[in-house]
């Protein structure tokens, strides 16, 4: 009988501890670490996990080499008064049709301090052809900061696929007549790919301080709303795309939801610019690019360094050419005053133009008005510096091979003398007509 008790007491023992065994071997879940973290705490990955996660406080997530791939749905979403940083080398990826790696919604927050964001298996293989698997890597509802550290991509960097959707969307694709004004502050990182790399889209307003921009099927930044690029470098792998692009198929002007202002101040951009709807403003950069300004479009430059004549674009400003390229504004002043050699033509004035220019320096006056070169007018068609002809003489201290003689009389002296006379004749001749 007390062998019987001892084995039902054994049993009933192992039955208690069952469900406690079965929790221990169950690994908490990244979203339960999220929840149980107080505001402000840092999750540190310290493995993959696959889920998708919802950030509703201050929270920072360091992925230490890790990578967190979504399930079914956005890998990571920033609701409501989350405020989200994510720092740390690592990968967050998103594989589902329609879902993105990181969806940051109507006042919530996220900073990308590092990190390579991704849809790995993203199959967009044209502008109509989605493939099965497209979407945004990005989508920005809310403020999104992205400095130096970050990788944004598409399709693992691929050059022929993610042409469907957007890289990176901040605002929204149809306004539906919301007032939020999704905000995109870009510092640094790098982006690659999407039919647009960086799309700023109704309602949105972004501000580019720095970063690399690569984009290989239509514009590495389309605009819709008010955008103003500071700095950083944009270039298309492709003739037919576009380095700016300020909407690209929009026709009207909504200062509420699609006012199309874009304002460039400096940065380096390999790849047309176009313009068929709304203002660019073009104050500075390197363009290797050529303009187009369509519709009711209108393209405005004030400064900058161009491979292309830009003229029509430039209204009273100045306007140089040195070599094959043209320099706007004060950064015609700079390339001619700076310079230590070469030749420049002025091509266009704005009011008294002067120019403090090295010895090694030729500037020509193309314009209609006069210009100031080191304190001289030069009028229009006229170069500075003038420089006098100067007639070489021999001298009897400069003695001649018997090759450099005249071979009918052994000597050249007297003829050399002879004929230098004859020009300066002519030339006080031809200085006594200029006086007339």
């Known amino acids: 009988m007390k062998k019987v008790i001892s084995i039902a007491l054994a049993l009933l023992m192992v039955a208690v501890m069952l469900p406690v065994m079965a929790m221990a071997d169950e690994a908490p879940t990244l979203q339960s670490k999220i929840g149980s973290a107080n505001p402000g705490d840092t999750i540190t990955l310290d493995k993959d996990y696959t889920e998708d996660i919802v950030i509703d406080k201050e929270l920072?997530?360091?992925?230490?080499?890790?990578?967190?791939?979504?399930?079914?749905?956005?890998?990571?979403?920033?609701n409501a008064n989350g405020n989200l940083t994510i720092t740390g080398n690592g990968t967050v990826d998103n594989v589902t049709h329609g879902k993105a790696a990181l969806r940051i919604k109507e006042n919530g927050k996220a900073t990308l301090n590092g990190g390579y964001f991704n849809r790995s298996l993203e199959n967009g293989q044209s502008g109509t052809e989605p493939g099965g698997n497209s979407f945004y890597t990005l989508i920005n509802h809310g403020e999104l900061i992205i400095n130096n550290g970050a990788v944004v991509t598409t399709a693992s960097e691929s050059s022929?696929?993610?042409?469907?959707?957007?890289?990176?969307?901040?605002?929204?694709?149809?306004?539906?007549?919301?007032?939020?004004?999704?905000?995109?502050?870009?510092?640094?990182?790098?982006?690659?790919?999407?039919?647009?790399t960086i799309k700023n889209d109704d309602n949105g307003i972004i501000n580019i301080y720095g970063g690399k921009c690569e984009n290989y099927y239509q514009a590495c930044v389309q605009n819709h709303h008010i955008a103003t690029i500071y700095n950083g470098e944009f270039s298309t792998d492709v003739s037919s795309a576009w380095s700016v692009l300020?909407?690209?198929?929009?026709?009207?002007?909504n200062e509420t939801h699609d006012a199309h202002m874009l304002v460039i101040k400096n940065g380096n951009f390999k790849?047309?610019?176009?313009a068929n709807v709304g203002n660019v403003e073009i104050k500075g950069g390197s363009f290797e690019a050529s303009f187009t300004e369509?519709?009711?479009a209108n393209i405005e430059i004030s400064g900058g360094t161009?491979?292309?004549?830009?003229?029509?674009?430039?209204?009273?400003?100045?306007?140089?050419?040195?070599?094959?390229?043209?320099?706007?504004?004060?950064s015609a002043y700079d390339a001619v005053n700076n310079a230590e050699s070469g030749s420049f033509e002025v091509l266009r004035t704005d009011r008294n133009p002067e120019f403090s220019v090295n010895s090694g320096v030729t500037i020509t006056n193309k314009t209609d008005n006069p210009i100031t070169v080191n304190g001289n007018e030069v009028k229009p068609n006229e170069t500075y510096p003038n420089r006098p002809i100067i007639i070489y003489t021999p001298t009897e201290d400069t003695p001649k091979a018997d090759n450099q003689k005249?071979?009918?009389?052994?000597a050249n002296d007297l003829v050399g003398v002879a004929a230098a006379m004859a020009v300066v004749s002519l030339l006080g001749a031809a200085a006594v007509i200029r006086k007339k």
């Open 60 to 78: 920072t997530i360091d992925l230490n080499g890790n990578k967190l791939t979504n399930k079914v749905g956005d890998t990571i979403t920033v």
């Open 246 to 253: 300020n909407c690209g198929s929009c026709s009207s002007v």
């Open 406 to 410: 005249n071979p009918s009389t052994g």
């Open 160 to 196: 022929t696929l993610g042409r469907y959707s957007s890289l990176v969307e901040n605002g929204y694709q149809s306004h539906d007549g919301r007032t939020n004004n999704p905000t995109l502050t870009i510092y640094g990182g790098t982006f690659k790919g999407g039919i647009n």
């Open 306 to 330: 161009f491979n292309t004549n830009v003229t029509d674009y430039v209204g009273d400003k100045l306007v140089v050419v040195g070599g094959s390229t043209y320099f706007v504004g004060n």
């Open 294 to 296: 369509e519709g009711n």
């Open 271 to 274: 790849g047309n610019v176009r």
